[in-house]
């Protein structure tokens, strides 16, 4: 009997995905203490580095969402667009 194709087995790692979580959580953390400014470069630089990533290492990259031009321009362009909002709107420390 041959078992049906499984989506999950070709998702990404989930150690890096908690790493990514993580990323999350302290940058929540750090918003809700006011420091809205480094909250925003953690989100930023996780999604950069998501997203080089999945560009870099395409389908044995450890962070797969959707297709890699999918995850890589989600990234990087979130990554890019926070930081160019921080740039022209600074907020807290």
């Known amino acids: 009997m041959k078992h049906p194709y499984v989506s999950e087995d070709h998702e990404g790692k989930p150690w890096f995905e908690w790493l990514v979580a ?3 959580a302290v940058s929540a953390l750090l918003a809700f203490l006011g420091h809205t400014k480094a909250a925003t470069v ?3 630089v996780a ?3 998501t997203g080089l990533i999945r560009l ?3 389908e044995r ?3 797969k969402v959707r297709s ?3 995850d890589a321009f989600i990234g990087i362009a979130l ?3 926070l930081l160019v ?3 022209l709107f600074p907020v807290g420390m």
Do not use: Q
Request: proline content about 4%.
């Open 22 to 24: 993580a990323a999350v």
């Open 56 to 58: 870099v290492l395409r």
């Open 68 to 70: 890699v031009a999918f």
């Open 79 to 81: 990554g890019i667009g």
């Open 47 to 49: 999604a950069l580095v």
């Open 42 to 44: 953690i989100i930023a």
């Open 61 to 63: 990259s450890p962070w």
């Open 85 to 87: 909002l921080l740039v």
